[in-house]
C-alpha cells in the first residue's frame, strides 16, 4: 500500500527528500492553549515519490507539496486518522 501525505518545506525534511528515503510520520496536535502532543505515528516508511516527479538526478534541494509512502493497511489508517486531527510531519531517517 501507499499513502501520500502533504508536505511543505518545514514538515518535509527541508526538500532533501527522495524515493527510497526511509522517514518517521509524526502527528502533531494542540488541545487549547497550554496542551500539546507530538508521536511517532508510523517508523521507518519507504519514500516511493515526492511531488509530481522521482527526478534523483537534481542536485538542489526542491521543496514538494506531497510525498508518497509505502505503507501497511494500518499504518495508513492512522495517518488518515492524524491528518484529520492535527498536523503530518516527516523525519528522514540515516541510512
Do not use: M, N
Request: hydrophobic fraction near 45%; charged fraction near 15%.
Amino acid at each position: 500500500r501507499a499513502v501520500s501525505v502533504p508536505v511543505s518545506e518545514t514538515s518535509g525534511a527541508g526538500g532533501f527528500l527522495a524515493p527510497g528515503d526511509r522517514v518517521d510520520v509524526f502527528l502533531t496536535r494542540s488541545f487549547g492553549d497550554d496542551l500539546s502532543y507530538a508521536g511517532a505515528i508510523v517508523q521507518g516508511a519507504r519514500v516511493l515519490a515526492v511531488g509530481q516527479t522521482s527526478d534523483t538526478s537534481q542536485s538542489e534541494p526542491a521543496v514538494v507539496k506531497s510525498a508518497t509512502i509505502e505503507v501497511t493497511p494500518a499504518e495508513a489508517q492512522k495517518i488518515a486518522l492524524a491528518q484529520q486531527v492535527g498536523q503530518i510531519h516527516l523525519a528522514l531517517r540515516a541510512t
